[in-house]
Structures are given as C-alpha cells and as structure tokens.
C-alpha cells in the first residue's frame, strides 16, 4: 500500500525505518516520503483474529462541532434526495482543502488536509508529517500560515496541525459518519496530487471494512476502498459523500507502479474523530479499548460449536487489564484452538448486530475512552447483556 506524499525535489524517495517492499506495492499517498508496505493482514485494533488480505504489487468532534455556515449546517441532516452535485461539494468544500507542505532531513514533502474548526485545527495522516522539521500550512486562496503538529498517532495514521492563519470566509468541513456507508455510494476526494492543488475526482465506496496496516505496523480496520483517482499528494485529503461530508481521509493506495489503478483507501472517520478530540483535548491520542481477540463465527465454525445459524464473533481471549474482563466476559478454553469452545459469543454492541471483529472494533474505535457500551452475549445458549466503560489501550498493545 502506498502512501500519497510527494517530494519537493527530484531527488530518490526514501523509505521510512520499519517500512518494508513487497512484490505488490501498498503505498502511502504522499509526495516525498514514498514507502511500500507489503501484504497486509487485519488482526483489528481490539487484537482480533478476522483477516482482510490485500495483497498489491510494485472530534469525539461531532458533526456539529464542525462547521458553522449554513451550507455546511444543512448537510449534518441526511439529504431526502440524491445529495449534492460534484459542482456543489467541491464549490463549498474545497476552500477549507490545504496543501501542507514539510521541511526534513531528506529534502521535504507535501501532502493535503482539511480544516475541521474554527480555531484553526486541521486533520491530515501522521505519514505526512512524519520528520517535519518545519510545516507550512497553505489555502486555496494562497493564504500560508505557519503549521504546528499537535499530536500524531501512527497507529491510526492520524495527525492534528494548528494553522496560525486561516483565511476569511473560509469555513470548515462538516464532518459525516462513514458507519452508515454503502458499497455503490458516490465519493468525491479533493487534494493536492503531485501538488497540483485543489484537485478534486470522483467515484464510489468499491468496498467496506478494509483492513490497512499504518505506519507504525498497526491494522486499521474497516478502512473505506474507493476507486476515485487518488496519488501521490493525496495523502491527508478528505473523502466526501455526495452531501459534501467527510467520511474519511485518503490514504493509501494500491499500485504496480506508484500511480493509481483505481484502488484507494481511507482511514474511516468514525476512527479518526475520537483521535483528534484527544489530540485537541488532552494533548495525546487515546484509544477506546475492550481487550479481546476474537473470531469470525463462520457457518462451518459455528456447525462445530452446535451454534448452527447463530452469527457473530468468538471471544478467543481477553486482557485481564480490560473492560471485557471487567464485566465478566468468558473467552474460550484455548485461543489458538482450530475450534474455540467455551468462549462467550458476542452477538451485538449498543444493541446493533455484529457478525464479525471488523463490527466489533467500528463500535469501539468510534467512541471515546470512558464511555460506555453494552455487550450482548450467548452464553451456554442463553443472552446476557453487560455493560463496559471504554479504557485507553495500553501502550504495548498492537507493538510492532
């Protein structure tokens, strides 16, 4: 997968410490720091045990927090009809689109952003910055304001920048929901490919829950497949809906070559918004957490388990320094069993059905440490509901 940042100058690209090439390229979409992951395989941010493999060759901001002009206020509430043209996302949207541009011991790179409040906050991928010695921060309008990173996670490839100077009139992008997404659903990315500003494409969600691995070597789960162009430069760019809603931040992409084929990813924004809240709130990401690892519920799984019918995931193991374990939760007898008897199986969070841990961790990584949730089980046949209160993951959790 490659990342879609882009060089300042002609010179090699080089390839960050831990990143690794493969014989299909995952690529971050930026224009400097240009690196190739190799396969990637999804163990998800609750340590799960489902698996996407794409192989690839050569804050709690609410929506309302964040925008404030009535375009941008009426496009919280879900369109009765088709949503906005192309014309329209781009016309209101696009002025709150940054090119950010980094100084760095190699040389430099650029990528994209987005505003995201009043107060001068703006959201990117942690692979844009990374190195940055110095960042400039620059609208469509030409306006330029000096750029301080705030707070970085790798893990999700997430990062807050505060501009010192944002333009009049420009106002921020309403952040969407990107859980209620479909296969089929028009997108529109707009960003800063090979640093030709303000460029947007278009096309649809070709796929949902992705599984991405992040800069550090963390799984990113339910990352949003898209076949809008996106390249080099992108990275750090919004995805819109066809309500002029950000639903994720473009990321990766997967090439032969470096250039695109039609196959982008998105960092999902119902990860992303409880990571920038707490970059914005407390200085550091915090992560909701449960502690377990889990396994899909297959047809053929859940015929050997005499759960026939049944959907959902396995508890393979829990974390005793978790909120599972907490509230009682049972985990099977063995975890690396080929069938993992005696495990609860979660069949629903906060009411809603999950059938595998990709559901699971969209329902956690959406939500800010020290909220609660409830967790529907079967346990010995029989439903029991429980409710957790969200803790911050450890920091040895998911170390590459």
């Known amino acids: ?10 010179e090699e690209p080089t390839t960050p410490s831990g990143w690794r090439k493969a014989g299909t390229l995952a690529l971050p979409a930026v224009i400097g720091a240009v690196a190739a992951i190799g396969v990637l395989a ?11 493999i794409i192989r690839e060759s050569a804050s709690g901001l609410s929506t309302s927090v964040s925008s404030t002009s009535s375009d941008a206020a009426a496009a919280e509430t879900p369109a009765t009809t088709r949503g906005l043209s192309v014309e329209q996302v781009v016309k209101r949207e696009s002025p709150a689109v940054v090119l950010i541009s980094n100084e760095t011991a190699q ?6 952003g987005f505003l995201i409040d009043d107060q001068g906050h703006v959201v990117t991928n942690a692979h844009v910055v990374d190195g940055a010695t110095k960042t400039t921060v620059t609208f469509q309008d030409g306006t330029e304001g000096k750029g301080t990173i705030l707070g970085v996670d790798k893990s999700t490839d997430v990062a807050v920048i505060k501009v010192s100077k944002v333009p009049a009139g420009v106002h921020p992008v309403p952040l969407g929901n990107s859980g209620d997404l479909t296969v089929g659903q028009d997108v529109v990315a707009i960003g800063n490919p090979y640093g030709y500003s303000g460029t947007a494409t278009t096309g649809i969600v070709s796929a949902l829950k992705r599984a991405i691995q992040s800069p ?9 497949q898209t076949d809008a ?16 809603r950000v639903i994720g931040i473009n990321s990766q992409i997967a090439s032969e070559n470096g250039g695109n084929v039609g196959i982008g990813f998105a960092v999902p ?16 990401a915090q992560h909701a957490w449960i502690g377990i690892q889990g396994r899909e519920l297959t047809p053929a799984l859940a015929q050997k388990l005499g759960l026939d019918g049944k959907r959902g995931v396995v508890i393979a193991s829990l974390d005793n320094r978790g909120p599972a374990s907490d509230a009682g939760l049972k ?35 959406s ?15 029989k439903s029991q509901t429980v409710t957790m209160t969200l803790k911050d993951r450890p920091a040895d959790i998911g170390v590459k």
């Open 216 to 224: 550090s070597g963390f799984t990113i789960q339910n990352a949003i």
């Open 1 to 10: 997968m490659q990342d879609l940042q882009e060089p300042t100058t002609p």
């Open 367 to 381: 939500r800010k440490v020290g909220d609660q949730i409830t967790v529907t089980v079967l346990r010995d046949g």
């Open 269 to 284: 924004i119902d990860t992303v918004r409880p990571i920038v809240d707490s970059i914005i709130s407390g200085g550091k």
């Open 42 to 52: 999804g163990t998800g941010q609750l340590g799960g045990g489902d698996t996407t």
């Open 331 to 365: 985990a099977a007898d063995k975890a690396d069993a080929a069938v993992p008897t005696g495990g609860d199986l979660i069949v629903a969070v906060n009411g809603k059905p999950v059938t595998d841990m990709a559901d699971v961790a969209e329902a956690v990584a």
């Open 107 to 112: 040389g430099g790179s650029l990528g994209s």
């Open 229 to 244: 162009a996106i390249n080099q430069g992108n990275s750090g760019g919004p995805l819109f809906d066809n309500d002029g």
